[in-house]
């Protein structure tokens, strides 16, 4: 076995040990079949022989141990070949069972790992490996990419066991006859170049089934996301021709690998029998071989045929889904390099200062280098403060916030908490002390109260809960559901308003306790009896929270205590409502529009 293979099995969780138990009961349950067969052999010899004395060593070997049991001579020790030979193939159909079901458990298990070690290596790297790759390939790599790359392992293994087997047989084979046996290496020969020769095929078409696989995956996660807007606009057809197209890719991709391997196994099965007829011939001809010798030489390449065949089908397969095996370690290894680092050693308690923005820069990944999405940005978020940001869509609010909360890290300038930089805090003790709320918050599909308090430690008391449910505007709708708090939200929070799963999400950032409060314009799906809700609750903890607002309603911001205006990635005023309309012609437009964003 090559050494990179057996790598690849010990990074897997299976050791050298499980993979020689795996060998050793291959070689066993050969040995037992051959056991088998060489008690056939003086029977069958004694039929053809008649009265005359056997001559077999293994008749005489045999006979004499029987002897010495008791056994009479004759009809009886025919009974004893038989009955030996009963036990030995007993015992190989036991071994053959241990081995198929530890070949099964191999699969499985490397199916396993392979999964467990996409999904931690995804859940720990950073954000912007996220941002970076569509979430149906990520899927696709989890599911189906797994299963093929597992298959891809665990045929090996298969092929090593059919090897492992043939070669016995042809050991057999030359323990009956020699000179025959060595006639069939060249046979064994041809077969391996065709494998050779099948396998580069294979591998061009593997790719490409694994390519169109993770586009699929991307595909249809993005057309499932997208229903409404295909059905409000009528691109249900073209959708799906679009999706059949991918499919038929596939299809057709499989289809030509299924093809390629029934073509090698039917091309291969006359090339056997003209073989096998050939040896006849020799045997009979010219070597003279006893009947019973060549029934059982004919028997055992009849035993390596099929094996000969399966290994055709387990190569096919072991270099078919290789590619996704390959193409999935690839996305683990990305996804390791993109580890998030876990910051500095020092654990973020409370914000006692600031919180300053030194110079940031930042561009997204596989973006020109030259282009910044963040440039030069400075500013100052006095602690207790409501600061919001505004600016026209893809101004970089959202991406200036991704860097505060340690998703994104700055490639210029730094942000400093408490006088410290960002990178001396523990990301997961920052973090806890930061509570944000998304535009379009995501819910999990369980209870509303699994929701509001999902990561929270501890679970807020019920008395705090209905305070914060009451301050958001949420108990009145929350009376309407017959299960009140344990209502179940269903897939994505599909079964709430946007407005409530805003409200509900404002509830679960506060029940955190944070001392920096980040929103994306939490007023934007409400009513306006909501809207007052929400406004005076900021209201009320602005001071003891600190808090940061991305605004789209001018209603958000007019008390704010200072408003940065950002475009085109970078910050290009700084001051309150007032002095704003005065000073910022941006500003003023998007006031005069009513599209502050």
């Given amino acids: 076995m090559k050494l990179s293979l057996l790598r690849e099995y010990q990074e897997m969780g299976i050791s050298p040990l499980t993979l020689g138990k795996l060998i050793l009961f291959t070689v066993m349950f050969a ?8 008690m056939l052999l003086p029977v069958l010899e004694y039929i053809e022989a008649g009265d005359s004395r056997v001559s077999s060593g293994t008749w005489e070997y045999v006979s004499m141990m029987f ?31 241990i081995r198929d079901i530890s070949v099964a458990r191999l699969k499985y298990t490397i199916s396993g790992e392979l999964r467990k070690k996409a999904i931690y290596a995804y859940f720990y790297s950073d954000f912007s490996f996220f941002s970076s790759h569509q979430i149906g390939e990520i899927q696709s790599a989890l599911t189906s990419e797994s299963d093929r790359a597992a298959d891809a392992l665990a045929s090996h293994m298969a092929f090593i066991t059919a090897l492992t087997l043939a070669l016995i047989y042809l050991i057999l084979m030359f323990v009956i006859s020699p000179p025959l046996a060595l006639l069939t290496i060249p046979i064994c020969m041809v077969v391996g170049s ?3 020769l099948q396998s580069r095929a294979l591998h061009k078409l593997s790719t490409r089934v694994s390519i169109w696989n993770r586009m699929f995956g991307g595909q249809i996660n993005d057309r499932l996301q997208g229903m409404l807007r295909i059905k409000m ?14 499919i038929s890719g596939i299809v057709t991709s499989l289809f030509d690998i299924e093809k390629r391997r029934i073509l090698v196994e039917i091309g291969i099965f006359p090339l056997l029998v003209l073989a096998s007829f050939t040896l006849l ?16 030489f004919l028997f055992l390449l009849m035993r390596l045929s099929p094996h000969l065949m399966l290994m055709n089908t387990i190569w096919s397969y072991m270099n078919a889904f290789m590619a996704s095996f390959h193409a999935l370690k690839l996305s683990i290894q990305q996804a390791v390099l993109r580890r998030e680092p876990s910051g500095g050693k020092v654990a973020f308690k409370e914000l006692s200062s600031d919180i300053r923005l030194v110079d940031l820069g930042f561009r997204y990944p596989l973006e020109d280098d030259r282009k910044f999405t963040l440039q030069n940005i400075s500013a100052v978020i006095v602690k207790g403060s409501l600061t919001a940001l505004v600016g026209r869509s893809g101004s970089g ?28 805090f523990n990301l997961a003790s920052l973090r806890r002390k930061i509570a944000m709320v998304p535009q379009e918050p995501y819910f999990f599909d369980g209870t509303i109260r699994s929701n509001i308090t999902f990561g929270l430690d501890p679970v807020p008391h019920e008395t705090e809960l209905e305070y914060l449910l009451e301050q958001t505007g949420c108990s009145s709708f929350l009376k309407s559901f017959d299960h009140g708090i344990e209502t179940v939200v269903g897939q994505r929070g599909n079964r709430l308003s946007q407005g409530q799963r805003q409200r509900l999400a404002i509830v679960h950032a506060l029940a955190k306790k944070p001392d920096i409060l980040v929103l994306d314009e939490p007023t934007s799906a409400l009513d306006s009896e909501s809207e007052q809700a929400i406004r005076q609750t900021l209201q009320q903890w602005r001071g003891t929270l600190t808090i940061l607002v991305i605004a789209h309603r001018l209603s958000t911001i007019a008390h704010a205590n200072r408003i940065l205006v950002m475009d085109n990635g970078r910050l290009v005023a700084v001051g309150t409502h007032e002095s704003l309309i005065e000073m910022s012609s941006l500003y003023r437009d998007l006031f005069e529009n009513q599209m502050v964003q």
Wanted: hydrophobic share 45%; proline share 6%.
């Fill in 397 to 424: 609010k959202s991406t200036l916030v991704k860097l505060i909360t340690g998703l994104f890290p700055p490639q210029k300038g730094t942000i400093l908490f408490n006088d410290r930089p960002i990178t001396d």
């Fill in 281 to 296: 011939f020799l045997a009979v001809d010219y070597l003279k071989m006893s009947l019973a010798s060549l029934g059982i």
């Fill in 67 to 97: 002897q010495k049991l008791g056994v009479p001579p004759g009809p009886y020790e025919i009974l004893g070949f038989l009955f030996l030979a009963f036990l030995a193939l007993l015992m190989r159909s036991l071994l053959n069972y």
């Fill in 31 to 38: 040995f037992f079949e051959g056991i088998g067969i060489g």
């Fill in 233 to 246: 606009e009528g691109q249900e057809t073209e959708m799906a021709e679009d999706l059949s197209r991918n």
């Fill in 194 to 196: 065709i494998f050779s």
